[in-house]
C-alpha cells in the first residue's frame, strides 16, 4: 500500500522551469516503478516519464525528451520531476503513479498537481 501526494505546481511563463515532487508514504517505493503522467483538459491522460528503481533505467515521452528529468530519492520516499524549457502545451494536469515491479503489478495514483504554461 502506497500514498502519493504530489506538489510543485503552478503558473510558470514559456520557456521557465518548475520541479514537481511526489512524496510517498506506506510500503517503501523503493519496491515500485515510479512514474509522471498529465492530463490535458480534453485529452487523454498520457505518460511522461517512468523510473525502474531496480535498473536505474528511465523512459520519457518523445514530446518531452531532453527537457524533463524524472528523479528519485528513495531515502526520502520522494520522486521528482524537473521540468525545463516549459511550453504551453505541456499544460495539464501532473499524476504520481507507483507501479509494484512484481505481479499483480497493482497501481497507486497521486491525485495529481496543476501546472500550466502560460504569459
Known amino acids: 500500500q502506497v500514498q502519493l501526494v504530489e506538489s510543485g505546481g503552478g503558473l510558470v511563463q514559456p520557456g521557465g522551469s518548475l520541479t514537481l515532487s511526489c512524496a510517498a508514504s506506506?510500503?517503501?517505493?523503493?519496491?515500485?516503478?515510479m512514474s509522471w503522467y498529465r492530463q490535458a483538459p480534453g485529452k487523454e491522460r498520457e505518460l511522461v516519464a517512468t523510473?525502474?528503481?531496480?535498473?536505474?533505467?528511465?523512459n520519457y515521452a518523445d514530446s518531452v525528451k531532453g527537457r524533463f528529468t524524472i528523479a528519485r530519492d528513495n531515502a526520502k520516499n520522494t520522486v521528482y520531476l524537473q521540468m525545463n524549457n516549459l511550453k504551453p502545451e505541456d499544460t495539464g494536469v501532473y499524476y504520481c503513479?507507483?507501479?509494484?515491479?512484481?505481479?499483480?503489478?497493482?497501481?497507486?495514483w497521486g491525485r495529481g498537481t496543476q501546472v500550466t504554461v502560460a504569459s
Open positions: 503513479k507507483a507501479t509494484m515491479m512484481i505481479p499483480p503489478w497493482r497501481a497507486y
Open positions: 506506506g510500503s517503501s517505493f523503493s519496491s515500485y516503478a
Open positions: 523510473m525502474i528503481s531496480t535498473s536505474g533505467s528511465t
